[in-house]
């Protein structure tokens, strides 16, 4: 798989993530310390690659695998 397909995936998975939880883009902002809302969509839309804090905290936050936000695989959790 190609390295911008990888980043479109997630960020597809990011934006769903994040909808499910009632996150606005001003909240990821405001969680991931940007800004700007523009760059959390450039996230969702794959035009913007996440830094891998930003995966860490998230994970953290949502009580979700790194790997699964990540597309890596698609176990949410190690249950």
Do not use: H
Not at 19 to 42: A, P, V
């Amino acid at each position: 798989m190609s390295e911008q397909k990888k980043v479109t995936m997630y960020g597809e998975r990011l934006k769903r993530e994040a909808k499910k939880r009632g996150w606005k883009n001003r909240d990821m902002c405001d969680f991931l310390g940007y800004q700007n809302e523009k760059t959390i969509s450039k996230i969702y839309s794959g035009r913007q690659k996440l830094p891998d804090r930003c995966f860490k905290a998230l994970s953290q936050k949502w009580g979700l695998r790194e790997e699964y936000l990540k597309c890596i695989d698609d176990f949410e959790t190690d249950d």
